[in-house]
């Protein structure tokens, strides 16, 4: 146990808020990553719910299995009922063409499995971890989840990803301090095939990489190159001491050229071209 982290009153109101909608809800459905965000949001629907809330988690090609590991420990350690479901995304043309709104056809496929799970338990809502910060980036998955009826309580209370990690931390959340994570498709430029063999490509190199001791990372897909990013901390290993293995860890997932982007890692870089 970590010493008690304190939240300030602020926080403590949009605590009670989200809890308050919860509990107006009487039941629900979270699309559960093992995130920071659906890990917390799902740590107070089971305290506020019990059993009327349902935690489920999709997996896929595009999700690792690290991640996926992470999730059913999370989901054990909070104590609240937990599902898996298989999501097919890699199966949908469109997703495979990777066009702009990429993961709109993502979401729709989850958000519709969601949807039918909540049916099927009797749960009236489903739920995802979206925050007051993702109004700022490209979201097509926006669309997907207002089709579908889908709520966001952190960002209907008011939550920043800075009060996520804050009540994760008071609330003794080993996510708290969590690097963000989005699945492996959005390691692609628009517009380049997302096929498994990529996917798993790319996922392989960076396993390699987490396990030399990296934590903020991603590696982009561009053909033969695999442009790493980095957290800037990170950087002084990469060039340094763990140069020729970085190297050879990702020519062993099968790329030819390895590079490091002297930008380092930043949310939604595929959105720059």
């Known amino acids: 146990m970590m010493d008690h982290f304190v939240i300030d009153a602020a ?3 949009k605590s009670a808020i989200l809890k308050a909608i919860l509990a107006e809800m009487g039941g629900c ?3 559960f990553s093992g995130g920071v965000d659906s890990t917390l949001l799902f740590a107070v629907a089971a305290g506020v719910l019990g ?3 349902l935690a489920v988690t999709a997996t896929s090609e595009t999700y690792p299995e ?3 590991r992470e999730a059913q ?3 054990v350690r909070i104590g609240g009922r937990h599902r898996l479901v298989v999501s097919e995304e890699l199966d949908i043309p469109e997703f495979q063409h990777n066009p702009r709104n990429r993961c709109y056809y993502c979401k729709k496929e989850l958000f519709g499995k969601l949807r ?3 049916d099927e338990e009797g749960l009236p809502h489903v739920l995802d971890g979206t925050n007051m910060d993702d109004r700022s980036d490209h979201r097509p998955g926006r669309q997907a989840a207002a089709e579908i009826g889908v709520r966001s309580p952190l960002e209907e209370a008011g939550f920043t990803k800075e009060d996520i990690r804050a009540l994760s931390r008071h609330l003794d959340l080993p996510t708290w301090d969590k690097p963000a994570f989005a699945c492996l498709s959005s390691r692609f430029p628009y517009g380049t095939a997302i096929t498994a063999e990529r996917v798993s490509q790319v996922g392989k190199a960076e396993e390699g990489l987490r396990e030399l001791g990296f934590r903020v990372l991603r590696v982009r897909y561009h053909g033969e190159v695999a442009r790493i990013e980095l957290g800037a901390e990170e950087f002084q290993q990469a060039i340094g001491s763990l140069r020729d293995e970085v190297v050879c860890r990702v020519k062993a997932a099968g790329f030819v050229y ?5 930008q380092g890692y930043r949310t939604g870089s ?4």
């Open 11 to 13: 926080l403590q109101q």
């Open 29 to 31: 459905v979270i699309g």
């Open 51 to 53: 059993e009327r809330a």
């Open 66 to 68: 690290r991640e996926l």
């Open 73 to 75: 420990e999370l989901a």
């Open 116 to 118: 039918a799970i909540a």
């Open 258 to 262: 390895v590079a490091l982007d002297l």
């Open 270 to 273: 595929m959105n720059e071209i």
